[in-house]
């Protein structure tokens, strides 16, 4: 049993493969959180907290006399608020006549088979034949008539908890919540890193490492996604924690509007970490009876470092998450329109484009940008979503025929959530965006955002892709979105529920995808945000895989992927060879080396092979023939980053391993070069250290042993941004 509750001790324990979780009901009723880490016996842990008398640190009126007892310095499951805890809250809200206290007692509790349900939100789910166990605690506090249901939903074998929140109004007035976190994880000890991954469009997810000090430190989003800047993941690790050493919990937040994590280390060097919807801009009316469910966080422990920690996310995201066939199906290797032709393109020409792409060996083609309406340059027509005749020579069915002909899949560019002012669908509707009233509405790269928080606009929305989809043979689609959202208020909502309008519209769109990926299951979809800008594990449940980046320099790609590795596997990341010098960066990078950087994930082109030399497009045949071949060890090996490009600035590694260790892939590009320079040595992971093995194209044969504690030399001879792919196989 994953899950159980111990009466004596009064306290809830859940076990995964690895790792305990533990929470007690203290004597008055309050939730403690005990503990979450490595496997410990059923002792009770109730020694390790020791009741002290803290100084300005109030005591709760129940607990009479006792000034040992302090919401203030207790670990809490999922804190009070307003009522002598200090640090940043668990939930927030206001009721009666503008009391704000919230005080949830255990009331009772629950354990059910399966994953726990989560409505309106992507959630893991348990896979056929597989054990997940979940437990409901319920949070009772009657005078605000505020509940939480706090669910935990246990993926023993995997090592994950899924944790999440429901609020219900229990109470006889309309009241409202402004905060609600998705997980409070509390620890007796701060002296910890905190690690998250930011950026900006061109360079997202980048790796920072920080010591948790006092005060609080937060990482979130209130662009209405998940955004560019921060991604909804952080890990709190031990000071020596490494790759392959030391304690670290993962923090997921399976959410794709404005999020909110903070890692707060208090008075008493204790430590706090939230995860939620972001409060800013954030609240929600709750009437009698009415319920809010918040996002689910996926969290995990590892106590052998971050490698670990990776490997557990990488295969519960890929299992666990994802609902397209695609999970398992082999992706097409795709060949996009974008830095081939951006705007510029006619049929005819996207046709030699496909001609060349078919003699390349590209399974799919996929029109980008500019298709439909009057798009000719991005100031126009988003929302109306009929193919451009004119400028195509043809409808999209025929197109789309003339390119299956050839041998090719389909696929196209959409952009579902925008509206240009200079459209059919603007022009009718000019009240669907969100704006303000009497204010000319903010503009990001010339559009708007249509209010998906009502379902009017949600369902023209499903109407159009849907016909788009059932009209034109299309295997492929990429969903787009280019802007942060400004004015979130809809026409629709009364005042006291503005404060809902970015929350409702992410609900709008998972019901939009609901009803249109959902219903074309076996169509590819490809998450985009003008690049990886909503690259996160809710839109993983929708579309298997995000492009990554706008940004398709094969050396800032090495950060970039390094950094979403923490969290994603590389069955998530697309990433596409483009031409030289590259348009976002200016730089010059041999083709091989773009290969190599682009099968670090869903490997594909961005270029225009009829500009291409005769020579260029045999190396492309090649190397999409060396990732088909390999592609399940790519896709689905163990993943190890053998350097990191923040700490090594000479040369960036990575490895995959099959699952059965018997066949490696192992690639190094040089980052930068000196003259006469050192002899350098990459050491392997993960082989089987008394299996030897074989490298393609070397002599000999090596034990696992020896490639792991000793290393590989870098072949010599590679210039600055050369690389090399080495193919390891058991002798
Ligand atoms: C942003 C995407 O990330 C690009 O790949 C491309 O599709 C453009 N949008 C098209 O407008």
Redesign the pocket.
Known sequence: MAIRYNADTKTFILETKNSSYLMKVSRYGNLLHLYYGGRVPDEDLDYLIIPADRGFSPNPNEAGNDRTFSLDSLPQEFSTSRSGDYRSSSMEIVWGRGASSWSGKVAGYEIYPGAPKIKGMPGLRALPGEEAETLVIRLEDPVSGFEAELSYGVFEEKDVIARSVMVINRGEEAARLERVMSATLDFMESDYDLIYFSGRHLMERGFRRIPVSDGIHAIGSSRGASSHQYNPFAIVCEKNCTEDYGQCWGVSLVYSGCFLMEAEKDQFGQMRVNAGINPRGFSFQLEPGAAFQAPQTVLTWSGKGLTELSHIYHRIFRENLCRSPYRKNTRPVLLNS?EAAYFDFDGEKILSIAKEAVDMGVDLFVL??GWFGCRDN?DAALGDWTENRKKLGMGLCELSEKIHAMGLEFGI?VEPEMVSEESELYRRHPDWCLREPGRPPVRGRYQLVLDLSRRDVCDYIIDAMNSVLDKARIEYV?W?M?RSITEAWSALLDRNRQGEVLHRYILGLYYVMDQVILRHPDVLFCG?G??GGRFDPAMLYYQPQI?CS?NTDAVNRLKIQYGTSFAYPVSSMEAHVSVCPNHQTGRTTPLNTRGIVAMDGIFGYELDPTKMTGEEKEECREQIRFYKKHYRLITEGDYYRLTSPYENRYLTAWQQVSQDRKKSLVSIVITDKEGNDAQRYVKLKGLDPDGFYRIEGWKGKYSGKLLMNVGIPVPGGLSEYEGIQLLLKMA
């Open positions: 974008w980008d940008d991005d560019w990429k787009d280019n985009c003008g690049g492009w706008d």
